[in-house]
């Protein structure tokens, strides 16, 4: 079992970059595909980037592509998610999520989440 806390959220503007990162406490965090999933404020929950158990392969919703990239330590149990040239439309609450070996890009994929990080992004 892992167990998420996201940090690294906050108020930027638009064209700027921010981090996120997520720590997992729990055991075995390198048998975990990875992933991050964003909600705007009144929308569904939608996939932002994920990366498998190895770390070897990436995946990215459209929207982000070529902008963010996701990486994972397991030597530190962390998950990373580098933001940049960011959108207003990128603002919103920012989750963590794992599931065991596959990536996936669906949210009830996913069992194990962190609380969320707010991003804002204002033009």
């Known amino acids: 079992q892992i167990q998420l806390v996201e940090s690294g959220g906050g108020d930027v503007q638009a064209g700027d970059s921010l981090s996120l990162s997520c720590a997992d406490s729990?055991?075995?965090?390198?048998?975990?595909?990875m992933a991050w999933f964003r909600q705007a404020q009144g929308k569904e929950r939608e996939f932002v980037a994920a990366?498998?158990?190895?770390?070897?392969?990436?995946y990215y919703a459209d929207a982000v592509k070529g902008r963010f990239i996701i990486s994972r330590d397991n030597a530190k149990n962390m998950v990373y998610l580098q933001m940049n040239s960011l959108k207003p439309e990128d603002t919103a609450v920012y989750y963590c999520?794992?599931?065991?070996?596959?990536?996936?890009?669906?949210?009830?994929?996913?069992?194990?989440w962190g609380q969320g990080t707010q991003v804002t992004v204002s033009s």
């Open positions: 999520a794992g599931r065991l070996y596959s990536v996936a890009d669906q949210s009830t994929a996913y069992d194990y």
């Open positions: 729990g055991r075995s965090f390198e048998r975990y595909a």
């Open positions: 990366v498998t158990w190895s770390g070897e392969a990436t």
